[in-house]
């Protein structure tokens, strides 16, 4: 089984930043992606940014694409989220996710792990 521990969420003036990690730990597991979700209050989950197990190849929703950069330390099974220039409206829970396969979401994967999320808020 494979865990995935989000950190770095927590309260946040607009136009501030933030930088989420996430940690996966378990059997080996070599993920064809990892990314990060986000579900506001009443919201559906909506993908938010994932990269390549290489790290060479990464890919962002339009909501977020200038501002985010993701990145990930293969060697310590760490991905990393940050956040820069945060709206109001970037205010959900965050959830990091791997992906064992190819699929529909994101940058063409299919998530099959998920972390409990992170909150970020972003006041005005």
């Known amino acids: 089984q494979v865990q995935l521990v989000e950190s770095g969420g927590g309260l946040v003036q607009a136009g501030g930043s933030l930088r989420l990690s996430c940690a996966a730990s378990g059997r080996t597991f070599s993920p064809y992606a990892m990314g990060w979700f986000r579900q506001a209050p009443g919201k559906e989950r909506e993908f938010v940014a994932d990269?390549?197990?290489?790290?060479?190849?990464?890919y962002y929703a339009y909501s977020v694409k200038g501002r985010f950069t993701i990145s990930r330390a293969n060697a310590k099974n760490t991905v990393y989220l940050q956040m820069n220039s945060l709206k109001p409206e970037d205010t959900a829970v965050y959830y990091c996710a791997a992906a064992g396969r190819y699929g529909n979401s994101g940058g063409g994967y299919r998530y099959d792990y998920w972390g409990q999320g992170t909150q970020v808020t972003v006041s005005s």
């Open positions: 990269v390549s197990l290489s790290g060479g190849s990464t």
